[in-house]
């Protein structure tokens, strides 16, 4: 079992919570793979938050674009963040805009290494 805090200390909440269960079968060296490839591509909270600040100053839509929702991105683009309202209701909501992106970027990380090391060199049909 992988100890999740030393190989990624920056989690928090309930994102460490549910890392914490995809990593609980790991053994150490897929935990290690799993945390670089995670770490690399996960979003953080406070980088949505400021993202979603700049919508007041007339860029509107770029956390969107960020966790990849290009529609709502041009959207909010184009409506000046749904009148602001959207945005509004995205800086509420910022941390779970990031958990949510966090998670499927953790499944899409998971099913990765598994189908690397299941058609790795050892791989036998």
Known sequence: MA???RHLPE???MELG???GLMKNMDEDQASLFAQVYRARRKDAQMILILTLLGFFGFAGLHRFILGQIGLG???ILTVGL????????LVNYKS???EYNIKVAHETINMLSTSFD???DHKE
């Open 3 to 5: 100890n999740v805090l």
């Open 11 to 13: 989690l928090e909440g």
């Open 18 to 20: 549910y890392i914490q």
């Open 74 to 76: 041009i959207l909010y």
């Open 83 to 90: 009148c602001f309202i959207g945005t509004i209701v995205d």
């Open 97 to 99: 805009l990031a958990y």
């Open 119 to 121: 058609m790795g060199p």
